[in-house]
T-cell receptor, first 115, second 114 residues
């Protein structure tokens, strides 16, 4: 049990719709990262938020956006859903300090199906 | 561009066998390497984290080694059990990026037969 929670567990949407996925970080963690994991693949980095600012982005289009809130919970928003967006979406939280970096703790994921 | 490869893609062994999972990466400039376990449809559980200055880490029946210069890591599982059946993912944190992100391999699907 990592202390990182995600909601919802499963979600079904149709092409063109918008979706919001939520993540609650482990207590005290100031950094959250989002990953997309297609079936049979390893997770792909989408973006990261550090103290409510985007702090790096992978090779994903702008219709993937996010927010991090003062309590360090986070949202991943995806607009204009496409069939290829069907995947397991994972968030991971960590405590990043100047002198060291803790490991990332992953949540259980949200399974998104786009029809 | 950092790429991570895992061999084999799938492995089926009888209970009790010792086994080795392999991971290779193309850029040796990494902060650390981490091995994860993933059960079907579930999130990731961190097994072992090896910092770039370390050669190996051990936890119970698991031992992971890191040879940064050759871009290789191995995960050794001793006396395998059916409960070890899962997908094992290797991931590296690039040192060339200011972002705390991991680059993952595609995993090795392990099945341990009772």
């Amino acid at each position: 049990e990592t202390g990182v929670t995600q909601s919802p567990t499963h979600l079904i949407k149709t092409r063109g719709q918008q979706v919001t996925l939520r993540c609650s970080s482990q207590s005290g963690h100031n950094t959250v990262s989002w990953y997309q994991q297609a079936l049979g693949q390893g997770p792909q980095f989408i973006f990261q938020y550090y103290r409510e600012e985007e702090n790096g982005r992978g090779n994903f289009p702008p219709r993937f956006s996010g927010l991090q809130f003062p309590n360090y919970s986070s949202e991943l928003n995806v607009n204009a859903l496409e069939l290829d967006d069907s995947a397991l979406y994972l968030c991971a939280s960590s405590l990043v300090r100047e002198e060291s970096t803790d490991t990332q703790y992953f949540g259980p994921g949200t399974r998104l199906t786009v029809l | 561009k950092q790429e991570v490869t895992q061999i084999p893609a799938a492995l089926s062994v009888p209970e009790g066998e010792n086994l080795v999972l392999n991971c290779s990466f193309t850029d040796s400039a990494i902060y650390n390497l981490q091995w994860f376990r993933q059960d079907p449809g579930k999130g990731l559980t961190s097994l072992l984290l090896i910092q770039s200055s370390q050669r190996e880490q051990t936890s119970g029946r698991l031992n992971a080694s890191l040879d940064k210069s050759s871009g290789r890591s191995t995960l050794y599982i001793a006396a395998s059990q059916p409960g070890d059946s899962a997908t094992y993912l290797c991931a590296v944190r690039p040192a060339t990026s200011g972002t705390y992100k991991y680059i993952f391999g595609t995993g090795t699907r392990l099945k341990v037969l009772a």
